[in-house]
């Protein structure tokens, strides 16, 4: 008797190997390749880098004082446009 690891598994276009790597397990039993685990973690990785750098811009003009209208009008301006950011990230 073949143990599971020494079994080759056969796709359903007939063609045995392994299954592609970003599909996963067509069976639905919750496995998933090493690729798609890889690229996951990677966007995963990336989105939490934008949300780091929204986060900070966001300080950073909050952090900024200023009596000049025009300045004022410009970082509210520059919140806004942040805040919007983050609002489509979420």
């Known amino acids: ?11 359903p276009g007939g063609r045995s190997g392994k299954s592609s790597a970003l599909a996963g397990d067509s069976a639905g039993n919750g496995f998933v390749s090493e690729e798609a685990r890889r690229v996951a973690d990677k966007q995963r990785t990336e989105r939490e880098r ?9 300080e950073n003009i909050l952090s900024q004082r200023t009596s000049h209208p025009a300045r004022r009008t410009a970082l509210e301006a520059a919140l806004a446009h942040i805040e919007t950011q983050i609002e489509k990230m979420n």
């Open 1 to 11: 008797m073949t143990s599971a690891l020494q079994q080759s598994k056969v796709t």
């Open 50 to 58: 934008q949300m780091q750098a929204l986060n900070l811009q966001r």
